[in-house]
């Protein structure tokens, strides 16, 4: 199907199901129920869980195939994200022209960046991209204020031109495609629930399953085997005839052009758009995705994505009120102290609750979350298959 | 005028004369080998051949076109694959994937964006791979990673992978470095029956004078960087200038 072999279009029709069904599967708790909190179904973080997902994607065709760690591909996003915002500003707040020059702008810029970075290998080309990146940012932040807006960043404004649009008659400018609002959402309650379907977050969904089947065609492709050669054997690949400098580069820029495609993805969501998201702690992001789901498999990144974008927005959520509703069952001596020992853990401790999964990932499962379920699968297998399959999403609260 | 022909080539690394004044030719469909003793200068040579050094003075021609200049990838594409003393394959990959690779290279040249068509329909590029696999008595472990490959398992591979690029010259380094005897004497037949299946030229550096005898129709002998004689197997053998430059140690090798 689709020119995929049954195993791989089994997985994209999955990947498909979960993406459409995710408001309904990401809202498992009722709303007025304590367990509210831990409900991810709301349109904003629903975007950002598909528009990371198309990030990592294109960051493993780098990193998971050739094994070139990128340590600058935030200045792709950022780029892409100017790039869709000055369509917006321009042409049309419809989103579709920002988000093929967001591709487009990025993919250009990235042969510009890889072209260099590229002729060297290992830990002096992640430096290199850093260098690249963090340079993109001083410019974004300083020097190119009158292209990006400096410090306060750009929106799109009343009084832009946008040719191809209708004058506003003094209605905030908002994103569209072909008239259909994409912050517009529909409610949809069923007894204690509420289930949110937003239009910017299909349009995010659509391009990412796009984008998904993108990736394994390429993973699947003698180009994609070229790749994995590229991270095997350097030497023997070009003693076998075939020149690794193209291969990696292409492999860069169709990167760059994932990343760009997601940065203008987000401009087409908030509109709104800052020299932050050049920032290196944005590129150090994606490498914790790709590895936390799994360098060098299909749907590890979308999985890391999604792990540490759950995490940043519901983790950081629960503060100390909560805690003590959670161990209210505890004496209040015991409750002060297993507060003390959890806090650090929650809020805006999440980064330290991060790093202790990644550093755990990392040593007992060097493939990830993928090899996590791998394993799990394989120990169903061997027993008899059973019906409590673990859910990753349980809470300590019961 | 041979299939290779190396003309007054000298490399030198810092204030070592590696090679002096190398004048070579490997006549086309024979077996040539170089042997000599450590540090006679056989890897610099070969490194010079593949595009690895440029040599600081004379001139390398391949089938009357000059190789110097040209990276290893080119070199490779005109026609010379290279076997290396610790067989270089493809680690991370199946033994499919390793044969299928070389096969690309040849069909499709240096570079393809080939990245929106799915392997598995190229049915005549998995043909071939699957033939030589098949010759190479492998095709049962195609599936295998090649990491986890025997070393006499890992060394076929890396001949299949040149011979199916249907080079015109095979360069071999030590084929056999490190191999236990069984091992070294399939190595042996391998080669032969190559060269008796193919018109192919095969340059061989040798350490093991049992592989070098052999095999080879002609032998040139380094020795500091300059080659001391050319000849016959036969000749070689009782050559006195040989038996001073190893000082017996053909002895120990054989």
Redesign the interface.
């Known amino acids: 199907m689709f ?3 049954a195993k791989d279009f089994r997985l994209l029709l999955l990947v498909a199901l979960l993406t459409m069904a995710a408001p309904f599967i990401l809202n498992p708790f009722p709303v007025d129920s304590g367990m509210a909190q831990f409900n991810a179904g709301y349109p904003d973080l629903m975007q950002r869980f598909v528009i990371f997902g198309i990030f990592a994607i294109g960051f493993n065709i780098l990193f998971g195939l050739t094994g070139y760690l990128s340590f600058g591909h935030a200045a792709f996003l950022g780029v892409g994200s100017y790039a869709a915002m000055w369509m917006m500003k321009l042409l049309t707040m419809n989103v579709i022209p920002g988000i093929l020059v967001s591709v487009v702008v990025a993919g250009i810029f990235s042969l510009a960046v890889g072209w260099i970075s590229l002729r060297r290998s290992g830990i002096y080309f992640s430096i290199l991209t850093l260098a690249f990146a963090q340079m993109s940012y001083s410019l974004a932040y300083s020097v190119l204020t009158p292209i990006t807006g400096g410090e306060t960043g750009l929106q799109p404004k009343v009084t832009d031109p946008r040719i191809l649009d209708a004058a506003l008659t003094g209605n905030a400018p908002k994103a569209n495609l072909f008239g259909l609002e994409m912050g517009s959402s529909t409610d949809l309650v069923m007894g204690g629930w509420v289930f949110t379907f937003n239009v910017g977050y299909y349009v995010a969904a659509v391009v990412m399953i796009f984008a998904f089947y993108m990736s394994i ?2 993973f ?7 790749l ?2 590229v ?3 350097q ?9 690794a400098k ?2 990696t580069l ?1 492999a860069f820029v ?1 990167s760059g052009m994932y990343a760009g495609l997601a940065g203008g993805l987000m401009v087409a969501m908030d509109t709104q758009v800052g020299a932050e998201r050049m920032f290196w702690t944005a590129s150090g992001e994606v490498v914790l995705m790709s590895i936390l789901g799994g360098v060098g498999t299909l749907i590890g990144p979308v999985l890391g994505a999604g792990a540490i974008k759950y995490m940043e927005n519901i983790l950081s959520k629960i503060n100390k009120d909560i805690l003590y509703e959670w161990f209210a069952f505890l004496p209040d001596g015991l409750q002060d102290f297993v507060i003390t020992l959890v806090y650090p853990f929650i809020g805006k401790g999440w980064h330290l609750t991060l790093g202790l999964i990644f550093m755990a990932v990392v040593i007992f499962l060097p493939g990830g979350l993928v090899e996590g379920g791998q394993r799990i699968a394989a120990m169903f297998k061997r027993k008899k298959p059973s019906d409590n399959t673990p859910d990753g999403k349980t809470t300590p609260a019961e | 005028m041979g299939i290779l022909d190396v003309k007054g080539v000298g490399k030198r690394f810092g204030g070592l004369q590696a090679l002096g004044d190398v004048n070579l030719s490997v006549a086309e469909n024979s077996v040539h080998a170089i042997i000599g003793p450590n540090g006679a200068g056989k890897s610099t040579l070969l490194n010079c051949l ?1 595009g690895k050094l440029i040599p600081d003075t004379g001139s390398v021609m391949f089938d009357g076109q000059s190789v110097l200049g040209r ?3 080119e070199i ?2 005109m026609g010379i ?2 076997v ?1 003393q610790t067989p ?6 199946t033994v499919m ?1 390793n044969m ?3 096969c ?3 069909r ?15 049915t005549e ?1 998995l043909d071939r791979a699957g033939h030589m696999l098949e010759e190479m008595n492998m095709a049962d472990k195609r599936h295998m990673h090649a990491a986890s490959l025997s070393r006499g398992d890992k060394r076929r591979l890396e001949i299949g ?1 040149c011979l199916s ?1 249907e080079p015109r010259l095979l360069l071999l380094d030590e084929p056999t470095a490190g191999m236990a005897r069984a091992d070294t004497n399939n190595t042996i037949d391998l080669l032969k029956q190559i060269k008796d299946d193919r018109d192919i030229t095969i340059a061989i550096i040798e350490h093991d004078m049992h592989v070098v005898f052999s095999l080879a129709e002609r032998i040139t002998v380094l020795a500091q960087g300059t080659p001391l004689v050319e000849d016959t197997p036969d000749k070689i053998k009782g050559h006195p200038k040989v038996r001073e430059a190893y000082l017996g140690e053909s002895q120990d090798a054989a």
């Open positions: 020119g995929l072999e065609r390429i699947r492709s003698p180009f994609g085997m070229m994995r050669a991270k095997s054997n030497q023997r690949l070009n003693y076998t005839g075939l020149n193209p291969y292409a169709i | 593949v990276k290893p990838y490779n594409q694959s290279r290396f270089e394959i493809f680690g991370d990959l994937e299928l690779i070389p690309f290279a040849k499709d040249g240096a570079f393809t964006p080939n990245a929106y068509a799915a392997m598995r329909k190229d590029m992978m690029q």
